[in-house]
């Protein structure tokens, strides 16, 4: 029968708690989010999202992600949209982009779960914010028709890096 050690069991709790914050240091953030539902399904072509996400850190860059669920059934193979993005420091950046809902084949470029399809997209890799602040983004829907329907929510999602 092995007997009880005092030392050697204080010497194996300080390897316990070395491993315990060696794993908690290495976890990531989890990224911030922010989410506009549709309750009626649809995005108006002049209802533009507003987002304002934090950064808490400044000197560090970021990526910015724009989710969209919309329906299996959603009609359009591709989604026209404008991004305006304020950095905490006054920097402006205005893009075009083309979400791809599906490929030329029809099959969905994103993920079914359910009737759900999620599509995500980068707004902007490395995005460098030398100040602490709000990072202020508006999505502006530019498809031709007044309303797009099959549009369940959308996401903006921000991960340091």
Not at 84 to 98: A, F, M
Not at 99 to 119: E, H, S, Y
């Amino acid at each position: 029968m092995a007997q009880y050690n005092p030392k050697q069991a204080l010497i194996s709790g300080f390897y316990l708690l070395f491993i315990l914050f060696s794993l908690l240091s290495c976890s990531r953030d989890e990224p911030a989010k922010q989410r506009i539902n549709f309750p009626s399904g649809s995005w108006q072509r002049y209802d533009i999202l507003k987002f304002g996400l934090p950064v808490v850190e400044n000197e560090k860059s970021c990526d910015i992600i724009f989710e969209l669920k919309c329906k299996k059934s959603f009609a359009y193979d591709e989604l026209p949209l404008n991004m305006v993005l304020d950095t905490p420091s006054g920097e402006e950046r205005i893009k075009e982009y083309l979400m791809q809902i599906r490929d030329k084949n029809g099959t969905l470029a994103g993920t079914l779960n359910g009737d759900t399809c999620t599509t995500r997209i980068f707004l902007k890799k490395n995005l460098y914010c030398s100040k602490k602040g709000v990072l202020k983004v508006e999505i502006e829907n530019l498809n031709p028709r007044m309303e797009t329907e099959g549009v369940f929510s959308a996401t903006l999602i921000l991960i340091k890096r």
